[in-house]
């Protein structure tokens, strides 16, 4: 107890939190003063129920620190979830994180959770906590008072197992703590200031740059990811001059998975989103259909709980009406420009994965079959420039493109859109990220021919180089790359190096595979089962790919909903979670996708066995299935290489085996 005893001298800062002082002085403060404190930096009007609740908190700290030198924080901001922690208390070597229940006799599972989420992302996220002990307490102010606990547990990075306490165990819980934990004192001065670099979800970035919250406040901008930023800001240049000039512009901006292309997308429209009437109203659009349907409904549902908790009443529907005019179907936005022949409201629009565009004989398909109109003569990317270009004085559009990701029949790739720009639309300006010229973007020969325009720049500052989706390990795309490659010196060095922090395994037993990734995941740290469309002999292990999954159920709902991917029931394919993230996912390999000799074989299961797949794009399609699947979680990943059964010639050991060696000789350690 000697560090809880040593006296701060440093003052303390509250930049990040509405209330911050040494504890000394926050126990000589009135409570009407700190309550004053409170109201005056709360971002939100102050609601009875909020003020009563703040004071029952500030009686039991006030109780429960006595004697404790150290800092207090109330009201602690965690951008990246966009909720704040009732109070962090600093005490020699520990972090403690509290979060009330006021009124509340019980400890309810989602509480437990959101206490050990604050724990956990003040561990991965706060510079000054890294090294930190973190212990979660959540304090259900009418719960019976505790005995002295003996649950104190840590996990490996020194987070502790949430503990629950009724209003008088608080300081009985933090005696414990600071008798069982050692090490240095957390310096209260330096903790108070440390960065905070959040690598947050789609879902999370979304929902909080919806509520108008700056993307410098919920990314990271370390040395590794400071391009973010850049992109973000040149794209802001972009629009500024298109409209000042009255130009058109188009520009490409690339990125490796996870690197934030989507980010960056989302944060130009919520930057632009004004009145229908303003000249630079802004949408997202996207032809990923799970990807706007859960973003759709994570941003509802938001929006009405944050509206309902300042007291407003609020329907869902008409909160989800708005939501759709920020968040579009490109398809849907396609169809109302076929019928309205005048320029959208619209002089802003982002295409997500613009690569997934449809080429021409795929358009004139749809457009035959679908729309009754035969001999449609444009591509998808080609109508829809000319849909923007319907404007008299100035457009943007911004196609955002991923490598290596076109997963369906049809889809044109960037070549498309370079194209069309060069031949049917000469008086727009193109601004082409530099790293478009990368193999795994397939724009060669249609940058050859436009890099002879004048008006066509190449832009370092539009490519995104590094992963953000993996805060753990930020070189797990590159492990990927190289594994579906076969590059074996390489992904077993790259392997060698991400292996400490974002760990991956394999295993021959489906069961292992999901207690693994149940136990690795903590708090609300989501985890699912994931597997190629192509799996078809996976169903003896009950993971039926045909069952169609929800994504918006499969996504966003909790433990106990049994569409959830929490359940670890119902495997999503590609098609519904390439865009979207997970922390932590159990990625089944069946006999679709075979290592054989120094390379892939390629099957398509038809009737009642394999066939081998020789179109080249299908080729493709299969290799990026996986390349989505194996790029999904932003903590670790176990893959499950089924044993196969040698009475079942679809299911035979030999197209198992093979692949599981390879995975092995890379380096990934088996589960015993």
């Not at 004071?55 to 951008?79: C, H, R, T, Y």
């Not at 599972?109 to 956990?120: F, G, S």
């Not at 606990?149 to 990075?157: E, G, I, M, W, Y």
Request: hydrophobic share 40%.
């Amino acid at each position: 107890m000697e560090s809880a005893q040593k006296t701060a001298t440093a003052p303390v800062s509250a930049s990040r939190a509405w209330y911050g002082a040494q504890i000394a002085e926050f126990l000589q403060t009135a409570p009407e003063t700190v309550l004053g404190r409170l109201a005056t930096n709360g971002e939100f009007a102050l609601l009875p129920t909020q003020r009563d609740a703040w004071i029952v908190q500030l009686k039991v700290l006030a109780a429960s620190l006595q004697d404790f030198a150290g800092s207090l924080f109330l009201e602690f901001n965690i951008p990246r979830m966009g909720r704040r922690i009732d109070a962090v208390v600093l005490v020699g070597p520990v972090v403690f994180v509290v979060e009330f229940k006021v009124g509340e006799s019980t400890f309810d599972r989602a509480a437990m959770d959101q206490v050990w989420d604050y724990a956990l992302d003040l561990k991965n996220f706060h510079e000054a906590s890294h090294a930190a002990s973190i212990v979660p307490i959540l304090v259900a102010t009418e719960a019976a008072t505790n005995a002295t606990p003996t649950n104190l547990h840590s996990d490996d990075d020194k987070v502790y197992r949430p503990i629950a306490v009724g209003a008088d165990g608080l300081r009985a819980v933090m005696d414990y703590a600071l008798e069982a934990i050692t090490g240095s004192t957390v310096d209260d001065y330096k903790w108070s200031r440390a960065p905070y670099h959040p690598t947050p979800t789609i879902i999370e970035a979304a929902r909080s740059l919806y509520a108008q919250h700056s993307v410098e406040a919920i990314a990271r901008f370390d040395a590794g990811a400071q391009n973010l930023r850049v992109t973000s800001l040149r794209i802001d240049e972009l629009v500024d001059e298109a409209m000042k000039e009255s130009r058109k512009i188009i520009c490409f901006v690339t990125g490796v998975p996870g690197a934030g292309k989507t980010l960056v997308g989302l944060n130009v429209a919520t930057r632009h989103r004004r009145g229908l009437e303003q000249p630079t109203h802004a949408v997202f659009l996207s032809g990923n259909g799970p990807l706007v349907a859960v973003l759709r409904e994570a941003l509802t549902r938001d929006e009405v709980s944050r509206r309902k908790a300042q007291g407003e009443k609020v329907r869902k529907g008409k909160v989800g009406e708005s939501v759709k005019a920020f968040i579009q179907n490109v398809h849907h936005f396609r169809d109302d420009a076929l019928v309205e022949t005048g320029p959208p409201i619209e002089h802003v629009v982002i295409f997500d994965e613009a690569q997934r565009a449809w080429n021409l004989q795929q358009t004139a398909n749809f457009m035959q079959r679908k729309k009754n109109r035969p001999g449609f003569a444009q591509s998808e990317p080609e109508f829809l420039i000319s849909c923007m270009d319907r404007h008299k004085d100035w457009a943007v559009i911004i196609c955002l493109v991923g490598g290596g990701q076109e997963i369906n029949t049809g889809e044109a790739g960037i070549d498309a859109w370079l194209e069309a720009v060069n031949s049917k639309f000469p008086h727009w300006h193109m601004f082409i990220s530099s790293k478009l010229v990368d193999s795994e973007y397939a724009a060669g020969r249609a940058l050859a021919n436009v890099s002879q325009r004048h008006d066509a720049h190449l832009d370092d500052c539009l490519h995104l180089a590094v992963s953000m989706r993996s805060f753990r390990a930020e070189n797990v795309s590159a492990f990927v790359k190289a594994l579906l490659d076969c590059q074996v010196a390489q992904a077993r060095e790259v392997f060698a190096k991400i292996s400490t922090r974002y760990p991956i395994a394999v295993t021959r037993d489906l069961n292992a595979a999901k207690q693994w990734v149940r136990s690795h995941a903590r708090g609300t740290e989501r985890f699912g089962l994931v597997a190629s469309s192509k799996a078809q002999r996976l169903k003896p292990h009950a993971i039926d790919i045909r069952v169609d999954v929800d994504p918006v159920h499969w996504f966003l709902n909790d433990k106990d909903d049994t569409r959830s991917s929490y359940y670890l029931e119902d495997a999503a394919t590609e098609f519904q979670v390439q865009g979207l993230e997970l922390d932590w996912t159990c990625v089944t390999w069946d006999g679709d996708l075979r290592f054989a000799d120094s390379g892939w074989s390629y099957h398509d299961f038809r009737g009642s066995g394999w066939t081998n797949i020789k179109n080249a794009d299908n080729r493709n399609y299969l290799k990026n299935a996986y390349r989505v699947l194996l790029t999904r979680a932003r903590q670790g990943m176990v893959l499950f290489v089924p044993p196969g059964e040698p009475t079942d010639p679809t299911r035979s050991p030999a197209f198992y085996d093979s692949t599981f060696n390879y995975l092995t000789e890379l380096g990934i350690p088996t589960l015993k």
